[in-house]
């Protein structure tokens, strides 16, 4: 999948990636052998992981959080923007995506600051808790389960963390009411919520980026 960056113009995004130069040698190998291994080709974009560690350092975030880890592309990101004293914990309910990016880690040299867990966030998320609080919490797994995630996140997070969720446009469909398939619709009224609570939950300041696929950036305020 070619991500674009920005709102649609595939010129800004040969600009950006030109003149930014979003992905290294590991990123590069990390998202052809993802490929290779059969993990579905649906990470972040280069742009996109870029904005992961910018956002990540700007934060001067040593403590984050990953729901949907599959081959490791922006659990690296986050990582690098932390810094050799940065720890990121993340999950993925697949161990084919788990083996995968343990072997990413280990390629980008950062396999001391990750701990990886398999299985339903939903349910593992709470073992970490007495290791917070966090300062970012990176969303980007099964999106019916966006608003359980960030209820998680609004416990875990100290004030001034931040949640990054990923996809909130939803392909296009998150201002439709009316869906294709059942599947979509569970997704779509995740992210829908998602993006409500972040907005008026009450316990975050919120901005949705116009990134090619919608980047909901929430501070938690109290
Ligand atoms: C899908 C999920 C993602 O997180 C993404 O960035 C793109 C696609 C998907 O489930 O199809
Ligand atoms: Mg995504």
Not at 117 to 146: H, M, R, W
Not at 193 to 206: K, Q
Request: net charge negative; aromatic share 8%; charged share 25%.
């Amino acid at each position: 999948m070619n991500k674009s960056f920005g709102a649609s113009d595939p010129k800004l995004t040969e600009y950006a990636e030109r003149v930014f130069e979003p992905e290294d040698a590991i990123l590069k190998e990390v998202r052809s052998r993802s490929a290779r291994e059969g993990l579905p080709e649906i990470q972040v974009g280069p742009m996109d992981a870029l904005h992961l560690e910018v956002l990540t350092r700007a934060l001067n975030a040593k403590k984050a959080v990953e729901i949907g880890t599959l081959g490791g592309y922006s659990g690296i990101a986050i990582t690098r923007g932390m810094g050799p004293q940065g720890k990121l914990f993340t999950f993925d309910i697949e161990s084919k995506h788990t083996d995968v990016a343990r072997r990413s880690f280990e390629l980008a040299g950062l396999s001391r600051q990750v701990e990886f867990f398999t299985g339903a966030a939903t349910e593992l998320l709470p073992s970490i808790n007495n290791q917070g609080p966090f300062d970012l919490v990176f969303i980007d797994a099964d999106k019916n389960n966006y608003p359980a995630y960030l209820a998680w996140a609004a416990e875990n997070l100290r004030v001034g963390g931040v949640v990054l969720g990923d996809n909130t446009f939803g392909w296009g469909m998150i201002t439709d009411e009316r869906f294709e398939s059942a599947e979509d619709e569970v997704a779509i009224r995740g992210l829908q919520t998602f993006n409500h609570i972040c907005a008026r939950g009450g316990r975050f300041r919120s901005t949705i980026l116009p990134t090619g696929e919608g980047l909901t950036l929430a501070v938690k305020t109290r």
